[in-house]
């Protein structure tokens, strides 16, 4: 994975260090959410010699550059997720979990009027459930 991380990194003109390695090695090995609490619990987990301080620069570092997608959910829990791809969210506040939903599961039947001189960039449901 290192090799594939360096890349990742490199052709987002993102410096390679090894604790930038550690933690991309981490985050992108498959679609998903996580805070940077939870990253932080990781690294510690693994044994890695990171500071939360480098944990939280780094990923805003990743979001800067256009590989994360932060979600701030304004109860003081941001997630990072690393599918960039369009999709809407299911947030379970009993559990503190947020999980995809594809575009294809929700569908608009209309849009508010927008100003004439913006344009739409992209839509995103967020969904709060919580459980009985």
Sequence with gaps: MKNKSKELLTKNDINPTKQRLDIADIIFTKDQHFTALELIDKVKNLGLPISQATVYNTLCLLEEKGLLKAINLQNEHKFYDTNLDSHHHIYNTT?????????????????????KHLDIENTEVLIKVRNK
């Design 95 to 115: 559990s503190n979990t947020l999980t995809d939903l594809s575009n294809e599961k929700i569908s608009f039947s209309s849009f508010p009027d927008i100003p």
